[in-house]
């Protein structure tokens, strides 16, 4: 099987990165999550990518705590499990970089976008944490925003589920999953696949969403390939 895309943007999840311990880092997931990215890399594409942070923090479900403060927290735990990445990555032989949203210099390189794309055409991985930097944005927006200005042609979108249901597959026996969708439908049906506010970028940008199942990690690879693994949303 062979690529489709040349430059993606691949969302992680933070609970995809916890294993069956559900929280923290399980580095031997990381890197079973890693072996179909270095595949690609060696296909010849540029992967950029975007991580959650829920494994460690939700801003949103952090109570009595002020938003902003809240969020800020969530950011910083996105970066813990960029480095991660980027450290199981390097274990295996691919070149990398982080560059975060909040400047921390003594870890990763600040976002910049013109060096972010650089660094891709040398055929280095992309890990961007911290989100957008900003509260009340979720780590989504912050893949589909990055996605926009690197010009990437697909976002991945890597979930505990195997695309996209008319309703809550883990409750409803009887939830259908769509093949394809469009980004209106998305809006209009409210479905709970990405945020709004990352739906419309992608809608603008004309971004495609692939959203698979990152319970077989080789899906990362055969997703790329259109091979029918997932849903996809598209214009």
Known sequence: MKPNYKRILLKL???????DQKNGIDFDTVLSICEPIKKLTEQGVQVAIVVGGGNFWRGRTSGKMDRTRADHMGMLATAINALGVADALEQIGVDVRVQTAITMRQ?????????AVRHLEKGRVV???????NPFFSTDTAAALRAAEIEAEIILKATLVDGVYDKDPNTCPDAVRYESLSFQEVLEKDLKVIDSTAAAICKDNNIALMVFSIKDPENIYTSVCNTGVGTLVCN
């Open 127 to 133: 890990i961007f944490g911290c989100g957008t930097g």
């Open 107 to 115: 870890v990763a390189e600040p976002y910049l976008r013109n060096k």
């Open 13 to 19: 999840s933070g609970e995809s990165l916890a294993g």
